[in-house]
């Protein structure tokens, strides 16, 4: 490969990690790898050239952009340049490559030729939310957005009521009074939780309390990037079925779906679905 400079035999993929918000979180290594790298694959290539002179360095390999839009056409590319020899550099606007971003069909393209991974840690909003929420972080899962659309959205709300490591979510900020009343809806309005806003930037911001609380609170508006962390649900004692099952028998008499309750049920109980379900059916015959 011909005008490449610093070039790793077989090539090397390389995800940077990026600042959250302030440039100064950057990792020193961040800006060795935006100098070496044969070409730099960027999500937005203005917010790279504005790390670039945060960082006081100049790249000297070839910059593409790689987006949701272009990542099916660019991939194959990339791979093409990856095994020609190539140090190519992932980075996004804001955090790791391929968590809620850009990468993962890099990265799993490049897996499958067999070329060699590698990453440079940095900042991230998941951990740095669930440091400062205040909530249990012995056990914990990344969710990343709920849904756009309401009855998708508290689909993946009810499956998640049982959950009980500790959940965080991303969210943009003209949906997130609708996502937390959804979550309050499906988890209980008091449910505990923390709202994290421009973590890193001058108007850093955590908001913590109930999920209806905080709803109520988002309603007013709220600018910036958000990163939500909610409690897991609390061991609650096993439920009798039959009263499980009375209650689920009143509801369909009521004009509800038998599926629909079920399910409902389930998530509050931790009961299962089937059983429930069948349970039901066999009071019926």
Known sequence: MTGMTGRTAGGVLVLAA??????????????????????IAAEDTRRLRRLTSAL???PTGRIRSYHEHNEATQTAELVALLREGARVVLVTDAGMPSVS???????????AADIRVTAVP?????????????????????????????????????????EPRTMVFFEAPHRL???????????????EAAVCR????????????????????????VKGEITIVVAG?????????????????????AGE????????????????????YDAVVAQRR
């Open 177 to 191: 009074a609708e996502s937390l009343g959804t979550l309050a809806a499906a988890f209980g309005p008091d449910r």
């Open 122 to 162: 940095g900042p991230s909003a998941v951990l740095m939310a669930l440091a400062v929420s205040g909530l249990p972080v012995d056990r914990f899962c990344f969710e990343g957005f709920l849904p756009r659309k309401p009855g998708d959205r508290a689909r993946v709300a009810a499956g998640l009521a049982a």
């Open 18 to 39: 990026t600042p959250i918000g302030d440039p100064r979180d950057a990792a020193p290594r961040l800006a060795d790898e935006l100098v070496a790298a044969d070409v």
């Open 56 to 58: 006081g360095v100049e």
């Open 257 to 276: 779906r038998l599926k629909d309750v079920c399910a409902a049920e389930a998530a509050r109980t931790g009961l299962s679905r089937k059983v429930l």
């Open 198 to 221: 421009e973590l890193t930037k001058t108007y850093e911001e955590v908001r913590r309390g109930g999920l209806l609380e905080l709803a109520e609170w988002a309603v007013g508006g």
């Open 101 to 111: 971003d850009p990468g993962y069909r890099l990265v799993a393209a490049a897996v």
């Open 233 to 253: 649900a609390s061991p609650a004692a096993p439920a009798a079925l039959g009263e499980v099952v009375t209650g689920i028998q009143e509801r369909v008499a």
